[in-house]
């Protein structure tokens, strides 16, 4: 799980930075830092991700493989 999968996770769910990090348990600020590479995804943050990728609909995979070329 890498910065760009979480925010490609962010934008299928249509949630703002500030309702994405209240469901995570972070700041807001935490997924900026995350998002714009400029802060690794702790393990809590990972784990929290992949639950919420496990959730998505399979379409979600071809969505971000869009969101990879286009970002």
């Known amino acids: 799980m890498d ?27 935490t997924i900026s830092a995350i998002e714009n590479l400029q802060r690794d995804v702790s393990d809590y943050v990972r784990s ?13 995979y071809a969505f971000y493989e869009r969101f990879k070329t286009e970002t």
């Open 3 to 29: 910065g760009m999968k979480a925010k490609a996770i962010r934008y299928y769910m249509g949630e703002s930075m500030e309702s994405f990090g209240k469901r995570i348990g972070v700041a807001a600020s």
């Open 48 to 60: 929290k991700l992949i639950r919420l990728e496990a959730g998505l609909p399979d379409d979600f």
